[in-house]
């Protein structure tokens, strides 16, 4: 049977917020086109919302990175599962991640991405952990920080489930 998921925070409140860093990002990329990299599977939920709202010519890409198994403990380093279809050189490229927690994911796969010299690259998460985290990478737009527990829904899995919550919610034991 399904587990009871605590709401953390609601469909209406992500959906302003991600009104709100819409907002930033046209501004912050005026005159200029949007590439955004989506992680796979979890930013999906978290990339469409938000490339809605952007007014800028946007183009999108794909990208698979493993990350945790099924289990709650994340891996050392990343492997590329999926690879981009398109070539990044030259392009304003804004990786979007659902989650950042250790930083690890995220560490690794800014350094494979800069060395493909795109214009710029910068990263937007839905949600960060900056308690549990041990790789020096930051955000450049973050939607909520929150504190160290394990959520789900709005794309995010525990064992691949909840990704269709449409809100962020604690899973009860
Ligand atoms: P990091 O490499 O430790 O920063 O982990 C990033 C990835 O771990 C995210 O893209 C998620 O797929 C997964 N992850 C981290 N924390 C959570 C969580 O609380 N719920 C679901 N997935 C998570
Ligand atoms: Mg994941």
Redesign the pocket.
């Known amino acids: 049977m399904d587990k009871h998921i605590e709401v953390m925070i609601s469909e209406k409140e992500i959906n302003t917020r991600i009104c709100e860093l819409a907002e930033q990002i046209n501004k912050d990329y005026a005159g200029k086109e949007l590439h955004l990299i989506v992680?796979l599977?979890?930013?999906v939920f978290f990339a469409c919302e938000l490339a809605k709202r952007i007014t800028v010519p946007v183009t999108l890409d794909f990208m698979a990175v493993s990350?945790?198994g099924d289990g709650?403990v994340?891996?050392g380093k990343?492997t590329v599962k999926k690879e981009l279809d398109e070539d990044i050189r030259g392009k304003d490229v804004l990786i979007v991640?659902?989650?950042?927690?250790?930083?690890?994911?995220?560490?690794h796969l800014k350094n494979l991405l800069l060395a493909r010299n795109p214009e710029s690259l910068k990263i937007i998460t839905l949600?960060d952990?900056p308690e549990?985290?041990?790789?020096d990478?930051q955000s450049d737009y973050c939607g909520f920080n929150?504190p160290d527990?394990?959520?789900?829904g709005y794309g995010?899995?525990?064992a691949q489930k909840y990704r269709n919550l449409p809100y962020i919610g604690v899973v009860q034991d």
């Open positions: 992680i599977k979890g930013s990350s945790y709650m994340s891996a990343i991640e659902d989650i950042i927690d250790s930083g690890n994911t995220l560490f949600l952990k549990r985290r041990t790789a990478i929150i527990k394990f959520v789900v995010l899995d525990h």
